[in-house]
Structures are given as C-alpha cells and as structure tokens.
C-alpha cells in the first residue's frame, strides 16, 4: 500500500507472532486461583517501564485503588493509556510514576497541562476510538486496523497512525498499529477467585483489552463461587485463562462509582479537580496514598462507612444483578 502521510508520534507496538508466542508460553487455559492482596498483585505483575491500560478511568468503574497501590510501591518510568484519562494521570505523574500518556481525552484540571508543558510527562494524541481500535487489533493479532475518523483532522498529525491508498477503492484511508499492554487494569463488579469476571452495564473494551494484554489485573467489588460462571456463562465479561490476578476491592473504584452499587464521591472528585500546583498534588498525595497502607485504611480511615453508605444508597441496583 503507497503510505500518503504519517503522524509524527512515537507509538508502542509489538509484533503479533512475538506476543502471540508470550501468551503460549506464560498464560495457561487452566483454572489456578489468583486471588492476593493489591500489595501482591502490583509487585508481581507491574514493572517499571510497563505500558498500562485500563478502561474508564476516575469517575466510573475506574481500576483507582490499583492505580493508588502502583503510586504508593513507587513505579517508574510508565506510559499508561486511558481512553478517559482524568484524576489518574495527575496522580501518576505527579507521583514521578508516568512519564507518557497515549489519550483520547486528557483532563480535568490545571496541574496535568502544566505538567505537559513542561515537559514533565510527554503525551501522545489519538481519539477514544482509534485507542479502541488499536486494542481491537492487539487482541485479533493483526498489526493494524483500518479506520477513517482520524482522516482529516489535527489529531491525526500528533499520533502514530498512517493514512495510505485504500488498495480497492484508492480513497485515503487510515490505518492505526495494534496496540498490546503489558499490564491491563480493570475493575469489575464480580469475579471469582479463578479470574472470571462479570461487568455489568457499559464497558469500553474490557475484553478486547484483556485479550491484547501480556498481563491482566481484575480488580471486584464481589467474589463469587465458580459455579455461578458455570451457570451463566453469557455472563462472564472476561475469562480465567485471560487473568493474572484477582484483588478483592469493596470500592476499589472510589472516588468513582460503579454503576449499580454506588455513586461517586462529589465533594472528593472536586478535590481533585482543583489540583492545580506542585503543593497541592503533593499534598493530596501526601493525604491519601503515601499514608495509608492499603485500600481498606483509606477506606476507613479517610472516608469512613458513612459516606460508603450514602454512595451505595444513591447509586445500588443490586436486585438488577440477579
């Protein structure tokens, strides 16, 4: 195909027969169980250097109580990628953890702009759906996917996609590389202790991410028996042999919420919205990572079953899960 123009952004990519044959020989089809703390789960299986994805990010079923443990053990040096990228890639670059970010949508707030500015963390622009694509792509092992949204804008200019000429049609068209993490991250409403997990409601590419993924860490507000994915197996968003770890998190999503058992936090979320400086991301840091041990002391010492209760009352329709 005659290649018409190229953006000008550095993107990550994997040949698909080397990651195909990492998959073969690291992830068995067997059911092992997975289960360990937030701790374990980040020393074992998040390096530094390491591409992270996760879908959703800060507001709803964002992977937080993960992305706080990976701040709290000090990584390095990793790009992360967020279809939504909001309070998180704050936190993980003024924690000196991130240093590049692939996004679709970077904000909110004054420090994470700055940040860009100065060259602090550098940033690598696509739209939400070319970053879905590409992990389409990842996980169908193929090295890249044709799309047509990007043509024709500035986005394309500042990302790493391609435009060539369509070999059937001679349009132009654009094609965006496969994208393949080495950690996903993701948080679910139930999972058992094999790596089974059920999300319920809307998901951006929790699958096809898990599926692209070297490595993946289920984060649930549930453990459930095994035989209740045996039962309902249409249920079952991501299978077993795709997991590397199961996190028991009663709130792992907090300051977000997660549809169906309960609301964000709106007075914690304004919080963060008003990072603004060095100080004050170090300060918030300071508050509720560096000084609790785990995700259950935030949880109780910071938030406290009260203001749990009153998000699980605003947001819970348990009754629909059953």
């Not at 967020?82 to 904000?107: K, M, Q, Y």
């Not at 170090?282 to 785990?294: C, H, I, K, P, S």
Request: hydrophobic fraction near 40%; proline fraction near 5%; charge should be negative.
């Amino acid at each position: 195909m005659k290649v018409l123009a190229s953006g000008a952004s550095s993107y990550h990519w994997i040949h698909p027969d080397d990651f195909r044959e990492w998959v073969r020989i690291h992830k068995s089809r067997e059911p092992e169980e997975k289960l360990m703390t937030e701790q374990e789960a980040v020393s074992r299986f998040v390096a530094d250097g390491d591409y992270i994805a996760y879908d959703f990010s800060s507001l709803t079923r964002g992977p937080q109580a993960l992305v706080r443990e990976i701040i709290r053990q000090q990584k390095r040096n990793l790009w992360i990628c967020a279809e939504f990228t909001l309070h998180d890639s704050t936190l993980l670059v003024g924690a000196r953890c991130a240093d590049r970010i692939d996004v679709g949508f970077l904000g909110y707030g004054n420090y994470i702009g700055r940040a860009v500015v100065e060259g602090q963390v550098q940033v690598f622009e696509w739209t939400n759906g070319a970053l879905a694509f590409r992990m389409l792509a990842g996980a169908r092992g193929i090295p890249f996917i044709p799309i047509r949204t990007l043509l024709g804008t500035d986005t394309f200019l500042q990302s790493g996609a391609k435009v060539v000429e369509d070999p059937f049609t001679g349009d132009p068209l654009c094609l965006v590389p496969a994208l393949n993490p080495d950690v996903f991250l993701v948080h679910v409403h139930q999972a058992d202790v094999y790596g089974n997990a059920r999300i319920f409601g809307t998901n951006l590419f929790a699958l096809e991410a898990a599926m692209a993924s070297r490595k993946v860490i289920v984060s649930t507000e549930e453990i459930v028996d095994p035989l209740a994915f045996r039962q309902e197996p249409a249920k079952t968003t991501i299978p077993h042999f795709l997991v590397s770890a199961v996190v028991h998190l009663p709130f792992g999503a907090y300051p977000g919420g997660v549809p169906g058992r309960y609301e964000l936090d709106l007075a914690h979320i304004q919080q963060l919205n008003a990072i603004e400086t060095e100080e004050q991301v170090q300060g918030y840091l300071e508050a509720f990572v560096y000084t609790v041990r785990d995700h259950a002391e935030l949880l109780e010492q910071k938030v406290g079953w009260r203001r749990l209760a009153d998000m699980m009352r605003r947001g819970s329709i348990r009754e629909g899960y059953q």
